[in-house]
């Protein structure tokens, strides 16, 4: 059976929906950076989707192949995530999505090494005769996080990432969303497939312990 870090890992991907203070460890991703309003149709963050799975799929897909990555064991594809920001701001401005700034990335299991990424790369470029130039091994150590799980649409997180910031507030915390620590969000729905008010997205926030 393939290895799915979403049931593996329930305590990153699976969170109630009340806030939680969690660490986070080091984890790697294949990553695209852009920017501009998510929603735009043929847009940069809608783009990097593609190169992601593609990248990704080309990684599990691996074992039908020539290229025999050392340690390698069958696995789910993890589900895509985002870290969010704009400029001079620690917060998201909803109304303003064409100032957002975001690194779409799907996580890569530990076995894969820089060597089989950009190997992957070039077969991925071959296969689907695309252009994976602003595709990237991406390594992200995030630290310490409260984070919860959001049920509804991308609109309406305001109100959960309130709550998690007077959560904090009580625990003796504070935000630290700076670079290179961001405004992350896991998203475990298909909005192709999942109406808005049922989309199920974590959401995870930087912190600091306040001194």
Not at 57 to 70: C, R
Request: glycine share 4%; with cysteine; charged share 30%.
């Amino acid at each position: 059976m393939a290895f799915d870090y979403k049931k593996e890992y329930k305590e990153f991907y699976q969170p109630k929906n009340k806030p939680t203070i969690i660490r986070i460890p080091k984890m790697h991703y294949v990553a695209v950076r852009g920017k501009g309003n998510p929603n735009i149709e043929d847009g940069e963050y809608k783009n990097s989707i593609g190169l992601l799975y593609a990248v990704a799929f080309t990684i599990k897909m691996s074992k039908l192949g020539d290229h025999k990555i050392n340690g390698y064991f069958d696995f789910v594809v993890p589900p895509l995530e985002g870290l969010w920001w704009q400029e001079n701001m620690d917060s998201l401005d909803y109304t303003r999505k064409e100032d957002m700034n975001f690194i779409s990335m799907i996580r890569l299991p530990d076995f894969v090494v820089e060597q089989d990424f950009t190997w992957s790369i070039i077969e991925a470029t071959h296969k689907k005769k695309q252009d994976f130039s602003k595709v990237e091994f991406f390594e992200y150590d995030e630290g310490l996080c409260v984070q919860t799980m959001h049920i509804g649409s991308y609109d309406s997180e305001p109100t959960t990432v309130k709550t998690m910031h007077d959560y904090i507030q009580e625990q003796g915390y504070q935000l630290d969303i700076k670079n290179p620590r961001y405004h992350h969000e896991i998203y475990l729905s298909d909005p192709r497939k999942c109406s808005p008010d049922k989309l199920k997205t974590v959401i995870r926030h930087p912190i600091i312990k306040t001194f």
